[in-house]
């Protein structure tokens, strides 16, 4: 057993990757349909803390480290917190897995926009260059009726701006979010 602190989930197409919590719960944690982390206070683990992990991995690990190849930050929306802080953590696990090719994580579109051109830039160049987002819809409607507390034309935005700085983009998107009544709306929203 390796004493790291790990959060409650991955997606499932991340069960080769290492794991590494860099923050508890979810920064909005008020989307409807969400249950994920509602029992959970979100809070941001000390750059130190996270680091520490990292060199735990490395010991017990040891030669093996190069089995991986791609790391997954925790929790839901590990990219809330700020660049200098990311840059200080991927810099550090460039230096203990030099073998990894890929550094992803869950991120809103108002963590992606709270980010300069250069921050973002500067955070795939150091490894981070793939993010999970939760589009769940392109309508403005369904949008507000969930309470995902984003617009389209920030999902928009953010996207566009993630991948100028040459990351990956895996989007999620929920097909009977608007019900029967908007499941048109829905349709043509999202497509677009
Ligand atoms: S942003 Fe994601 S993790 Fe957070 S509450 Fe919404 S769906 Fe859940």
Redesign the pocket.
């Known amino acids: 057993m390796i004493d790291v602190e790990l959060g409650p989930i991955r997606p499932p197409s991340e069960h080769q990757s290492l794991l590494l919590r860099l923050t508890r719960?979810?920064?909005?944690?008020?989307?409807f349909?969400?249950?994920?982390?509602?029992g959970m206070r979100f809070s941001v683990r000390s750059t130190e803390e996270v680091i520490g992990d990292i060199k735990k991995y490395a010991a017990y690990y040891g030669e093996r480290a190069s089995f991986f190849k791609s790391c997954f930050l925790q929790?839901?929306?590990a990219f809330n917190i700020p660049a200098k802080d990311l840059l200080s953590i991927l810099h550090t696990l460039k230096k203990y897995f030099p073998a990894l090719q890929a550094v992803t994580t869950?991120a809103?579109c108002d963590s992606i926009l709270k980010k300069t051109e250069t921050e973002l830039q500067a955070l795939c160049e150091v490894g981070l260059n793939h993010l999970y987002r939760?589009i769940?819809t392109g309508s403005d409607t369904i949008l507000q009726k969930i309470n995902?507390?984003i617009t389209a034309e920030q999902i928009v935005k953010s996207g566009l701006a993630a991948k100028k700085a040459g990351m990956t983009l895996s989007e999620f998107t929920l097909l009977g979010i608007g019900g029967k009544s908007l499941s048109e709306e829905n349709a043509i929203e999202t497509a677009k």
């Not at 349909?33 to 509602?38: D, E, M």
Request: proline share 0%.
């Open positions: 719960g979810c920064s909005w944690n008020r989307c349909f969400c249950g994920l982390y509602k929790d839901g929306d869950y809103r939760g769940e995902k507390g």
